[in-house]
């Protein structure tokens, strides 16, 4: 019977795309910071509620500022800039995808929630999206990498909090999508579909 049974899952298993070999497979965790001010106004609605005018029912207020000390400085380690778009988490230092041992940018790796506890100390200001994972991508080898491997990307996001203590790698920053492709040009076409921003 058992013999029947792994003859029969065999064909199946490379029918669906199951990889029967030792492929190197690393999860990384893509832990974004949610906008927290509204986008700025296209134009054309300034426009027309300039237009509108302000009546009764309107409540006259002075929003928060848009430009963070953050921003006037470039300080990418800081959760307290581009207020209005998401922010990603990028670690410096020896990743699973770089078997040379040359530190890089990377994501936090392991297995999902440990790869973030290992890097923030606590989750209690973390949400994970979901149990599976939101893409994969095959690294082929290449200067940095001997052996092709796959990424599995899970998706977490920051819950109340302005602030991590990042530990465990040598240098961190929390970047915009567009900064996020300037450090991975080979991949920015994967990473310009599986993010939205």
């Not at 778009?85 to 392991?110: C, D, I, M, T």
Request: with cysteine; proline share 7%.
């Amino acid at each position: 019977m058992r013999r029947s049974l792994i003859s029969l899952l065999r064909p199946l298993a490379g029918a669906r795309g199951f990889s029967t070999s030792s492929e190197k497979i690393v999860a990384s965790v893509l832990f974004e910071r949610l906008p927290v001010v509204i986008p700025k106004l296209d134009p054309v609605v300034y426009a027309f509620q300039e237009f509108s005018g302000k009546g009764d029912y309107q409540i006259d207020y002075v929003p928060a500022p848009r430009i963070t000390e953050a921003d006037k400085t470039n300080d990418r380690k800081s959760l307290q800039r581009a207020l209005d778009r998401r922010l990603y988490l990028l670690l410096y230092g020896n990743s699973n995808g770089a078997p040379s041992g040359k530190p890089v940018w990377h994501f936090p790796e392991k297995c999902a929630e440990s790869a973030l506890e290992s890097v923030l100390g606590d989750l209690s200001h973390t949400y994970f999206v979901g149990n599976a994972p939101m893409g994969h991508m095959v690294i082929e080898p290449r200067e940095n990498v001997s052996e092709p491997y796959k990424r599995f990307f899970f998706k977490s996001q920051v819950i109340d909090t302005n602030k991590f203590n990042i530990r465990k790698c040598e240098d961190f920053v929390w970047v915009t999508k567009d900064e996020l492709l300037e450090y991975f040009p080979e991949e920015a076409e994967f990473f310009k579909k599986m993010i939205i921003s």
